[in-house]
């Protein structure tokens, strides 16, 4: 920090933001009524889009950023951080989100990439980015173009955790295998895996000596119950994403309220049993292998 | 020394990893009343006020951070936290309109703006001068969606501000327990001298 200046727009305070939101829920909405529903259930931050993703599965076409309009009315009614999407590459959508004033944009495989070869570089913007990762090399490349949060990408609108869980068990286990090695072994390893994912070594470093990612990292994609958000907890997620989960299920304040309360007491089964009782339907679940379109793989 | 993080959501480990490097302190996350009946002092840690308020209130926690203090204890609450532990909170209409999605606990006398400075754009980074035992010092103070705090009552002492705005102010309550808010976050830089200044400063003496 320069002696006696104000700084705006810094890495820390980009990653600072993410870190005040651990250990909460990131609720999808698509208009100011849903937006009031999620803060109400003490939701950490809400993510304004226009169809959620079962929706956008069901629908089919090219999902693209939100209006305007409807972002400014969830900013305007609720006093909790609001994020938006926009499509893979599309760094016009985030220049729009950046001038709309939105507190955090997702870079999100759920709408369509809008370019097949470039993430946007996200340390140009002021506004911090959140992006979706599969894997320790995908969620690095995504930081190296300064994204300050990383969520598993899961597989959105199926209401189906094993995505998510697979994804989150994969960088665990990379970040592990790295750490096992030692000496000249584990310098050889690390910079193998910085050539083969083209990331910077010193990121890689960073992460096996801190045994984690230099950003905060929630769970994305196919949470429904509050078990599902209690085990992404378990599993070592600084917080979760419920997209679809609570406005396609039958009762989403009720159902809001529980996985709020199930992400903090995510490692005391009788309260995750108390919160999960009489719910309701959840939402209704796919097949992983009867998707039609993965999302997941969608970047890279 | 016993100090507890209030282990909710927010900014528990960055508080927990900052604490842990003070001599003479032992460290705890709590999230349940047996945990807080044990603690000498409790950081309320930054996260969302609204999700922290409702917590608070649905698991019953706000009796047992009100014994810390009834004990003799300090509770310092930063950014969120600040908000949960003062008497009135106010939204973006300015002081007109008390914001009703938080339910403070009343247990410092001041009144605190939410998200006075504007939304993550506005955030910032800047030098806070703190007026410490041994004269006052610069330290880097974070500000993230930072709230004002708008009124302080008699008998709060400003221990920091910035820019005329008070950003860091304590209260010793009839009984001897300390309450210390603050709206930057300590636990995002490696400088340690604010909590020395409330944890050690203070109260080590007396408990």
Not at chain 1, 216 to 221: C, K, L, Q
């Amino acid at each position: 920090m320069t002696k006696g200046k104000t700084q705006r727009n810094t890495p820390k305070l980009k990653k600072g933001l993410a870190q005040m939101m651990k250990g909460g829920v990131i609720m999808d909405v698509v208009n100011a009524d849903q937006a009031r529903i999620a803060e109400d259930a003490g939701a950490v931050a809400v993510m304004a889009l226009e169809r959620v993703p079962s929706d956008i599965r069901a629908d089919g076409g090219v999902a693209r950023m939100s209006d305007p309009k409807m972002i400014h009315e969830i900013m305007a009614t609720v006093s909790i951080p609001v994020m938006a999407k926009v499509r893979i590459g599309h760094f016009v959508e985030a220049q729009v989100l950046e001038a709309i004033g939105v507190d955090y944009i997702d870079e999100s495989e759920v709408l369509t990439p809008a370019d097949n070869k470039y993430h946007v570089t996200k340390s140009d913007f002021k506004v911090p980015f959140v992006c979706g990762a599969t894997c320790l090399g995908e969620a690095l490349r995504r930081i190296d173009e300064g994204a300050c949060m990383i969520r598993t990408k899961g597989e959105a609108g199926t209401g189906n955790v094993v995505e998510a869980v697979r994804h989150m068990r994969i960088i665990k286990e990379e970040i592990a295998g790295l750490q096992e090695l030692s000496g000249s072994a584990q310098a050889a390893g690390m910079k193998k895996f910085a050539k083969d994912e083209r990331v910077p070594l010193a990121l890689v470093e960073g992460v096996v000596v801190d045994g984690r990612l230099p950003v905060v990292n929630f769970a994305a994609g196919g949470i429904a119950t509050p078990a599902d958000a209690a085990l992404m907890m378990q599993l070592g997620c600084d917080g979760v994403f419920v997209g679809s989960g609570i406005f396609k299920s039958s009762d989403p304040a009720v159902r809001a309220k529980a996985i709020v309360e199930a992400v903090m007491h995510y490692d005391d089964p009788n309260v995750v049993a108390k919160v999960s009782e009489g719910l309701g339907e959840a939402m209704p679940g796919q097949e992983i292998d009867e998707l039609e379109t993965k999302y997941a793989e969608r970047g890279w | 020394m016993k100090i507890g993080i209030l282990d909710i959501q927010g900014s528990v480990e960055e508080h927990f990893e900052a604490l842990r490097k003070l001599r003479g302190v032992e460290v705890s996350l709590v999230k349940n009343l047996g945990g807080l009946e044990k603690l000498d002092g409790l950081v309320i840690p930054g996260g969302e006020s609204t999700t922290l308020s409702k917590l608070i209130e649905k698991f019953g926690l706000g009796k047992g951070i009100q014994g810390v203090i009834k004990r003799g204890g300090v509770v310092y609450g930063t950014c969120a936290g600040a908000i949960l532990i003062g008497k009135k909170v106010f939204g973006e209409g300015g002081v007109a309109k008390v914001d009703e999605k938080v339910k403070p606990l009343g247990l410092i006398d001041i009144d605190v703006s939410r998200n006075a400075y504007g939304r993550q754009l506005d955030s910032f980074e800047a030098e806070v001068e703190v007026f410490l035992k041994g004269g006052a010092a610069k330290v880097p103070g974070v500000f993230i969606r930072a709230p004002i705090i708008s009124r302080i009552g008699n008998g709060v002492e400003v221990l920091a501000d910035y820019e005329g705005e008070p950003v860091l102010v304590r209260q010793e309550v009839p009984g001897g327990g300390v309450v210390v808010a603050g709206t930057f976050h300590p636990e995002l830089t490696e400088d340690l001298r604010v909590y020395e200044e409330i944890f050690l400063g203070y109260s080590v003496t007396r408990i």
